[in-house]
């Protein structure tokens, strides 16, 4: 009696898969239409909130110890600059610490050692774009001698890739709709959507403007604009 449950339960358990195979077949509805794939783009616009410079410090001294001593020194006070004018710790890195021989080179002479370059640069991020150039006219003040940038940028895009997201598939619906009307047809479902990625256009150059010869001259930073858009592939079913 017990080797006869046994496999009593065993075939059922075999037959479980089966069961549940048929069921999956079953979900899938063969397409008896027309298929129609369209790609689609959503955008949106918005305002850089986040400015990327790198800020940096150039030393040449006879001695090494002595270009490395002095760049330490004036990076120190960029650096405290950079905490005064609220900079978190978390927004400053280290980019690159370089130290290189000078040489001077005549015509058919061996070259000569006259000295060594120090170059500390850092990477700093400010998210009140508003203070940008006041802060970079604080950290020229301060000894930097060295600055790239600023690279505009949204902090958090995620929101905004969503939104392009919305506008996407809206457009691809729209755009299925369209081709199923001029061909006398209707959109009776949606077979597949894929993203094909995100894509963040740079926005115009900012305009940096140093006149450090007029006494009460500022650089000033324009943000513009920046587009953020998302491409998607769609497949519909036409009748």
């Known amino acids: 009696m017990r080797t006869k449950m046994m496999a009593a339960l065993a075939l059922a358990g075999a037959m479980v898969p089966a069961a549940v ?21 959503g955008t949106v616009s918005r305002v850089p909130d986040l400015a990327i410079i790198s800020a940096g410090v150039q030393t040449l001294r006879p001695t090494a110890s002595g270009a490395i001593e002095e760049n ?28 290189n021989p000078e040489y001077r080179y005549d015509n058919n002479q061996p070259p ?48 905004a890739y969503d939104e392009a997201r919305v506008k996407a598939i809206a457009a691809g619906r729209a755009r299925a709709e369209l081709y199923a009307r001029t061909l006398g047809l209707r ?4 077979l597949s959507v894929s993203e094909g990625g995100g894509y963040s ?10 006149q450090a010869a ?24 036409l009748n």
């Not at 195979?21 to 790609?39: E, F, H, I, S, W």
């Not at 256009?201 to 140093?210: F, H, I, Q």
């Open 201 to 210: 256009a740079p926005p115009p150059m900012p305009m940096v403007v140093m």
């Open 72 to 99: 330490a020194a004036r990076m120190e006070r960029v650096r405290a600059a950079l905490k005064r004018a609220g900079i978190a710790d978390q927004d400053i890195q280290t980019a690159s610490i370089n130290l």
């Open 21 to 41: 195979t048929a069921q999956d077949v079953a979900m899938v509805r063969p397409m008896a239409g027309t298929r129609l794939d369209v790609n689609a783009v």
């Open 187 to 190: 959109v009776t479902r949606i």
């Open 112 to 159: 000569v050692l006259t000295g060594y370059r120090a170059s500390n640069t850092l990477n700093v991020k400010f998210r009140d774009l508003k203070r940008t150039g006041a802060i970079l006219d604080a950290l020229v003040a301060e000894g930097a001698n060295q600055i790239n940038g600023p690279s505009l940028t949204i902090d958090k895009p995620e929101s």
């Open 214 to 237: 007029e006494r009460d001259s500022k650089t000033s930073i324009e943000a513009g604009s920046q587009d953020i858009q998302v491409s998607i592939a769609m497949s519909f079913e």
